[in-house]
């Protein structure tokens, strides 16, 4: 059965940081990564991993690191010098679009 469930999420004021983590199990991938749900719009790509290339939306490049912990099967994404624009649900995707797989999401609020 294949799991996976996000965590990590809270709010934050702007400049701050987050660490998202995703326990991950019954499934292995090439593809993996994190995507975010503002309010209101569609869910966009914000990092992945596809075999060994890394890609980062033009949004948090440079702030967001996308990483994997093999020995606890966690993904993770750590978000360095959040924006109010980085509000929304992050939900963590593993496999490809004929066999993708979500976790639950989970919120993140940058706010003053």
């Known amino acids: 059965q294949v799991q996976l469930k996000e965590s990590g999420g809270g709010s934050v004021q702007p400049g701050e940081s987050l660490t998202l983590s995703c326990t991950v199990s019954?499934?292995?991938?090439?593809?993996k990564g994190w995507f975010r749900q503002a309010p209101g719009k569609q869910r966009e790509l914000v990092a992945s991993?596809?075999?060994?290339?890394?890609r980062y939306s033009d949004s948090v490049k440079d702030r967001f690191t996308i990483f994997r912990d093999t020995v606890k099967g966690t993904l993770s994404m750590q978000m360095n010098r959040l924006k109010p624009e980085d509000t929304g649900v992050y939900y963590c995707k593993y496999g490809g679009p004929q066999t993708p797989y979500w976790g639950q999401g989970t919120q993140d609020t940058v706010s003053s």
């Open positions: 991993m596809d075999g060994d290339i890394i």
């Open positions: 019954g499934i292995a991938s090439t593809f």
